[in-house]
């Protein structure tokens, strides 16, 4: 077959023209990035016989000249302007919404400042009354001005201290005045040296000399009565002790529902009079009889609330005792029900009766905080409080309670937890050893001269109440835990002076205290930290307590563990401050 004739020129000739090629695509990018396509169009081949070439340029919107190009390239610089623009938008709001969590934080940390400056973090009308106190340049004035106008005041002032003037006692009664004028209500008309807050302690002394010398230490209780005259079961009565700071005066009155109508002893850290902090008990369920009231005044002695006396407290509350016993328990501690009743049983008299140094644990227990916010929910945590062991131990097996401070092994390690749980209402149970030197238990002891004292030097949080369990230890106290018996742990904020003791050195922070050498020890500026300053001063104490003569020359009637730990590695000294 012989091959077809070549195309002709001819218009006339019967082949067809030749198919055009697909039109070639090819692509660039312009200096602003828009992709361009260049696509020849089916004409371009016949142009490119006819040797011209004409170029019809197609871009990615699918438009087919150089005029639609033109708008879609607009149109991008539009596009991009409102995206520029949203982006703007989109920024300013989440510069808005980063501006408004900032005031958040900033209004929540100030609330949460607060809170913790009435150290319990609660609002009270008690401690609203404090605030305006503490804000007064005296502090009779700003309680007594919703009562009174300002003559009257005065007037009150004056007449009370003509009164102290007139007095004819010395002073040194004028001091024993102090520790027990309040055990009884005064008249409306009459003030007595009780009424106003006590300028001295429990020893006559004054309490800005107290508080300026730490180092004082003391064996015994004095203005008690003696430790040897003989006490029948008939004789043996019950007083409950404890201290407390302004803001928790409202606790008073659920110590006097569970104790029921028996004595209460109460040390109040407060600006207000003893009047009133009594009167305000009363009104919430306490009767006249029971309760004795004394007051230190707070603005003039503690105004940070860092330093707080709590052991100069602690004796004055036990001077006013006239019972054969005292039960000492913090006042953010509760007592059960039927501890009264328990301790009142024949069989306990009759074992407190025959030993005057008998120290009777109270097993003190804590409960959870039955709310997340960070604030002292008393609706919600009142109602759970246990008032027996059958309560109590409901809440241990929900969890929702356990024995005191588990994170604090040595502070109530000692104590039989697990064998109280089934001891006999009533049965004491002697304590073999002493697992810990910082065994802190609430006691129910003998308000007696050879009763040790706590060390008033011992100020705001750390080692004030473990120095004194030290010490009735070293005078031959024999440690027994009752059963049936014991105390709740109210869940309150943490007050002031425990976040003064919380704080540490920046080394503290990355390397645990035993793990630092000498050296770096050496670097820090120890007196500089509340509880480095209760370190050196307890060890004062301790060696001071080393030269007391045990009676009879003999060892303590409750020794150490065999295994108990070396407690010197937590102290915040020197190591050659220990070996001294």
């Known amino acids: 077959m012989n091959p077809p004739p070549p195309p002709s020129s001819d218009n006339n000739s019967s082949y067809p023209p030749p198919t055009p090629p697909s039109p070639a695509r090819l692509t660039k990018r312009s200096s602003k990035g828009v992709k361009y396509s260049f696509k020849r169009s089916p004409t371009d081949a016949a142009s490119r016989v006819g040797g011209e070439t004409t170029i019809n340029i197609v871009n990615n919107f699918g438009m087919g000249s150089i005029n639609h190009f033109t708008d879609a390239a607009s149109t991008v610089g539009k596009n991009k302007n409102q995206q520029q623009i949203r982006t703007r938008r989109l920024l300013s709001w989440c510069m808005l919404r980063s501006c408004l969590i900032v005031i958040l934080v900033l209004w929540g940390g100030a609330m949460m400042a607060l809170l913790r400056s009435s150290s319990d973090g609660d609002y009270s009308p008690e401690t609203a009354k404090e605030a305006q106190l503490s804000s007064s340049s005296s502090s009779s004035n700003s309680v007594r001005e919703k009562k009174h106008k300002k003559s009257n005041r005065k007037g009150w002032f004056k007449k009370a201290k003509s009164k102290l003037q007139s007095s004819s006692s010395s002073s040194s009664n004028n001091n024993s005045q102090t520790n027990t004028g309040t055990s009884t209500t005064p008249e409306p008309s009459a003030i007595n040296y009780g009424d106003l807050p006590s300028s001295t302690t429990a020893f006559g002394e004054d309490v800005a000399y107290s508080l300026a010398h730490p180092n004082v230490f003391r064996s015994n209780t004095p203005h008690a009565p003696s430790c040897q005259a003989p006490l029948d079961v008939a004789d043996i009565s019950f007083t409950l002790v404890s201290q407390l700071s302004f803001d928790r005066i409202w606790m008073i009155a659920q110590h006097c529902e569970r104790w029921g109508n028996h004595p209460i002893s109460v040390a109040v850290?407060?600006?207000?009079?003893?009047?009133?902090?009594?009167?305000?008990?009363?009104?919430?369920?306490?009767?006249?009889?029971?309760?004795?009231?004394?007051?230190?005044?707070?603005?003039?002695?503690?105004?940070?609330?860092?330093?707080?006396?709590?052991?100069?407290?602690?004796?004055?509350?036990?001077?006013?005792?006239?019972?054969?016993?005292?039960?000492?328990?913090?006042?953010?501690?509760?007592?059960?029900?039927?501890?009264?009743?328990?301790?009142?049983?024949?069989?306990?008299?009759?074992?407190?009766?025959?030993?005057?140094?008998?120290?009777?644990?109270?097993?003190?227990?804590?409960?959870?905080?039955?709310?997340?916010?960070?604030?002292?929910?008393?609706?919600?945590?009142?109602?759970?409080?246990?008032?027996?062991?059958?309560?109590?131990?409901?809440?241990?097996?929900?969890?929702?309670?356990?024995s005191f401070d588990p994170t604090n092994k040595g502070g109530h390690g000692s104590t039989k937890y697990a064998t109280w749980k089934h001891q006999e209402e009533g049965t004491f149970v002697d304590l073999p050893c002493i697992n810990s030197n910082r065994y802190e238990p609430y006691l129910a002891v003998r308000y007696c001269d050879k009763l040790p004292p706590f060390q008033e030097?011992?100020?705001?949080?750390?080692?004030?109440?473990?120095?004194?369990?030290?010490?009735?230890?070293?005078?031959?106290?024999?440690?027994?835990?009752?059963?049936g018996a014991f105390l709740i742990h109210y869940p309150h904020l943490d007050s002031k002076a425990r976040m003064e003791w919380n704080k540490k050195p920046d080394l503290l922070h990355e390397t645990p205290l035993d793990k630092l050498d000498g050296t770096d020890k050496e670097k820090i500026d120890w007196q500089s930290f509340k509880r480095a300053r209760v370190d050196a001063l307890f060890i004062e104490f301790r060696k001071w307590l080393g030269t007391i003569t045990i009676e009879n020359g003999k060892e303590p009637r409750v020794p150490m563990c065999d295994d108990a730990p070396n407690d010197d590695v937590k102290l915040w000294v020197h190591p050659a401050m220990i070996d001294r």
């Not at 004055?316 to 501890?339: E, G, K, R």
């Not at 644990?361 to 039955?370: D, E, H, K, L, T």
Request: positive net charge; hydrophobic residues 35%.
């Open 269 to 402: 850290f407060s600006n207000r009079n003893a009047t009133e902090v009594k009167a305000d008990a009363v009104a919430n369920g306490c009767t006249e009889e029971q309760l004795m009231v004394q007051t230190v005044n707070r603005a003039k002695y503690d105004p940070s609330g860092t330093e707080y006396p709590v052991n100069i407290l602690r004796n004055l509350a036990l001077s006013a005792v006239t019972t054969s016993h005292v039960v000492y328990a913090d006042v953010d501690f509760w007592p059960a029900s039927n501890l009264y009743s328990i301790l009142s049983q024949p069989s306990v008299k009759e074992r407190m009766a025959s030993d005057p140094y008998l120290a009777t644990v109270i097993p003190a227990f804590q409960m959870i905080r039955q709310c997340n916010a960070f604030r002292d929910c008393k609706d919600k945590n009142i109602p759970v409080m246990p008032k027996n062991k059958e309560a109590l131990l409901e809440l241990v097996d929900q969890h929702k309670a356990s």
């Open 457 to 483: 030097g011992f100020t705001g949080y750390g080692k004030n109440k473990m120095s004194w369990a030290m010490q009735l230890r070293r005078s031959n106290y024999q440690f027994s835990q009752l059963g």
